[in-house]
């Protein structure tokens, strides 16, 4: 018997969505509060200002809800179509209680299963091969992929090395099966745990547990070796980006969009660099957003979507905690 073979599916986004909050927390704001100031901020960073949720009963999940509404609206999708839905984050509502499964509750998704995924600056990024490997599996149609976080809960405004870095805020993708020929084409993701205690938080896990010393000592604040990250960061981002570049024989000339985490102008910009790419070619907002961790690729994707066209080459690439690091080639599919 001649068994017809199953035709691979092809994972792609099919709609966007994104939400920062109102508030604005300036250069100037922050000259006021620790020793810094706005000369210094952009020259290392490349950020001019950055949101904050100031509402202290809102938390990542409202952020989250506002960036899945968006979505929704502007696709007109029912949420009672989405089979998934994912939500990458390093500021959970609650450590046990998954977000996601708060988020899609309220956007009344009650079809779907939904998760957190945790991996710092690189969550979406893996988030991203998630969702493409849910959709290419047959097994879901509707992959709801959130990156979200409220970087200002976990962050020590006395500390100058990290407060001026972050800010608030969310971006939504839906993940279906490719209408075409363009979606997810391939991905090359890494990770290394020795340097785990270069960035993150010390205390609230198994490790630390919070006590009143842990608390005395800020341990429940963001906390960060700058030049050992800045070093790998600049270094990983750009292996992985030419790497994928060359998995898939393509030059820099080729790409239409380098789509980079905003953590550093200047690593964003050893990246570009290292693939031989143009400024037009490299997508930012990092100037008015700072780093919201999760958060930057989809607000990316969500601000510069007017840009885009079918068949338009794209490469994703992210450093986060944990380390955790990768890149990824994806062709825009509408």
Known sequence: ??????????????AVGGYVPNTILSNA??????????????????????????????????????????????????????????????????????TAAYVASSIGAKNAFAYDLSAACSGFLYGMSTSAAYISSGRYKKVLL?????????????DRTTCVIFGDGAGAVLF?????????????????????????IKAGGSLHPTTHETVENNWQYLYQEGKTVFKSAVSEMADSAAEILKRNTLTGKEIDYLIPHQANKRIIDATAQRIGLREDQVLMNITYYGNTTAATIPLLLNDYQSKFKKGDKMIFAAFGGGFTWGSAYLTWAY
């Not at 391939?186 to 290394?192: G, I, K, N, Q, T």
């Open 1 to 14: 018997m001649n068994l017809e073979r199953t035709k691979q599916i092809k994972a792609a986004i099919t």
């Open 146 to 158: 959130i990156g979200a976080d409220k970087m200002s809960s976990i962050v020590d405004y006395t």
């Open 176 to 200: 279906e099966a490719s209408p075409n020929e363009f979606g997810w084409e391939d991905e090359y993701l890494r990770s290394d745990g020795q340097e785990r205690m270069s960035l993150g």
């Open 29 to 98: 704001d922050l000259e006021k509060m620790v020793d810094t100031n706005d000369a210094w901020i952009r020259s290392r960073t490349g950020i001019k200002e950055r949101r904050i949720l100031k509402d202290a009963s809102k938390a990542t999940s409202f952020l989250a809800i506002e960036a899945a509404k968006d979505l929704i609206s502007k696709s007109n999708l029912d949420p009672e179509t989405i089979d998934l839905i994912l939500v990458a984050t390093v500021t959970p509502d609650m450590p046990v209680a998954a």
